[in-house]
């Protein structure tokens, strides 16, 4: 009999059936490894023969989280097509620019989204549709056993994945992800989490974003872990479910962690399961950390993109406060240089642009030649994030390249101000991004939004910022706001920011 290497789904059905594979918190239903294998065997065969899906065609998917959107993934992997997951929160011509970049056999849709999957029908050549309501059915059929599909050769570097990055400085890119990489960062997770398949999680951050698949949910599947899905981010829902589910493991971004902690559950909730909380896709500020670490909760922070991985970097619970602020060590096997303009490789506390190598680097963008050459030099992918290291090896990320401004002459580095600002008591969030100045060229712009009751003024602001940065890193422009806007990923969004700062300039 043929065995897929990378049908983990399959092989967790045979050594442990009965285990719990995956809850669905919306709908309450719930599947074992042996019932999960059934249903996505029998979507399988239904893609392959009602749908005429062969290896190597997209599947497009327009859903929030779902047991159906992850039993499209899991039967892809059994036939060898590919999964291309559609930002709900995009426009209908963004969204309409993916289908176009990847030409999808079919785009499945969740039944919310059907009046805009038939508005996109008649603009951009959709080949087929089908709504997420048909896999739903097919899933309700848990012991209908169907023999595994035909059998087909499958390569390590063969697609299992599109993922779009979020394309913020212009059209969004699709990361071809492969088997390869699915494995290779699952063995990296895994060394450093300490993952075991009595583990748990709540699985919340969008299936669009890599951090929804590839944080811990496939090094999850791949251990035989189990975990439930949230079909949307609700703070206070997700503390309930910690206490209620015994949750190990739990991944999010800082803002996330921000929204529980102000919930009024949280101080009474019970975290003692929890080994740590796994963050990254920003900086987490030192007084956040502090407050989950009050908890009895770990914070380990970590590093990742789409394009490696995107678990590339841990920072041992152990280090949490000693080197609070860093991302740690590159994982098991990850390679990381930082290289400064020049192509030269900098020394301790030398800022410059973040290189990494690893079976777990991209092959490149879909259909992006020359987008590929440029973020990859002989296997090393550019990460376009400044770090710098310090004289114990350990790592930090300084800021994004492209948000780094010049301010009379000097480079100055948003996230480092930010810090600054995190520290002070008053403030609940802060951006600080470059704006155009006569004197100076550029200047920092500052963006608060302050705490419950909160009071503070610029001055005193001012005068902090004094004492822990160079007088050209001090924003110049403060505004105040009631909160910042977030972006799809839940990080905050600059591009917003910045339209804001200019509407308000040239108005």
């Known amino acids: ?38 249903c996505v065997n029998l979507l ?9 899906i062969r290896k190597g065609n997209r599947i497009a998917v327009l859903s929030t989280n779902s047991p159906e959107y992850a039993a499209l993934f899991l039967a892809g992997i059994k036939i060898g097509a590919i999964l291309v997951p559609i930002n709900f929160r995009l426009t209908e011509t963004e969204m309409g620019t993916l289908i176009a970049e990847t030409s999808p056999e079919i785009l499945f849709f969740q039944k919310e989204f059907e009046e805009t999957v038939s508005r996109m029908k008649s603009k951009y050549s959709i080949r087929n549709t089908a709504s997420a309501d048909a896999v739903g059915k097919i899933l309700e ?29 212009g059209i969004p890119k699709g990361a071809i992800i492969t088997h390869k990489m699915l494995f290779w ?9 300490n993952i075991t398949s009595e583990d748990h999680t709540l699985t919340f951050a969008p299936f669009y974003h890599t951090g929804g698949w590839n944080v811990l949910q496939t090094p999850f599947l791949h251990h035989g872990a189990s975990q439930t899905f949230i079909n949307n981010f609700d703070p206070e829902l997700i503390i309930e479910l910690i206490e209620k589910e015994k949750v190990t493991l739990l991944f999010g971004v800082p ?3 921000q929204m529980m902690a102000e919930k009024e559950n949280f101080n009474s909730a019970d975290f003692s399961s929890m080994r740590y909380i796994i963050v990254g896709g920003a900086p987490m500020p030192i007084p956040l950390i502090k407050k989950w670490h009050n908890k009895g909760v770990f914070i380990r922070q970590g590093y990742g993109l789409t394009e490696v991985g995107p678990n590339c970097f841990s920072l041992s619970e152990k280090d949490a406060e000693r080197k609070i602020g860093s991302i740690g060590f590159p994982n098991f096997y990850v390679e990381a ?36 050459k440029k973020a990859i030099t002989d296997g090393w992918f550019h990460t376009g994030d400044i770090a710098e290291k310090d004289e ?3 790592y930090y990320i300084v800021d994004r390249k492209k948000n780094m401004f010049i301010s009379g002459g000097e480079n100055v580095y948003p996230s480092e101000v930010e810090k600054v600002l995190y520290a002070i008591n008053e403030i609940r969030t802060a951006a600080v991004i470059g704006v155009e100045d006569e004197k100076w060229g550029e200047v920092g712009a500052a963006f608060i939004a302050l705490n419950k009751n909160a009071e503070l003024e610029t001055e005193k602001i001012v005068e902090i910022c004094k004492t822990k940065l160079a007088k050209y890193k001090i924003p110049k422009r403060f505004i105040f706001l009631d909160k910042l806007p977030l972006n799809s990923s839940q990080k905050i969004d600059k591009l917003k920011l910045k339209e804001f700062y200019n509407s308000k300039i040239h108005n």
């Open 44 to 52: 399988a065969h239904s893609l392959s023969e009602n749908y005429g």
């Open 337 to 372: 240089k930082i290289m400064d303009r020049n192509g030269r490789e900098c020394g301790a506390e030398e800022p410059g642009e973040l290189w990494l190598f690893s079976p777990a680097v991209t092959p490149g963008y879909w259909n992006k030649k020359e987008e590929t």
């Open 1 to 38: 009999m043929f065995e897929n290497n990378f049908d983990w789904l399959n092989k967790w059905a045979k050594y442990s059936p009965e285990k719990l594979a995956i809850r669905d918190r919306q709908s309450g239903k719930e599947w074992n490894y042996y019932e999960l294998n059934n």
């Open 255 to 257: 803002t996330m962690l």
């Open 185 to 193: 960062n699952s063995i990296n997770t895994e060394l450093r989490l």
């Open 392 to 394: 114990d090896g350990y």
């Open 141 to 169: 059929k848990k012991n209908a056993v169907r023999t595994e599909p035909a059998k087909i050769t499958i390569d390590e570097n063969d697609p299992v994945m599109v993922l779009f990055t979020s394309g913020s400085t």
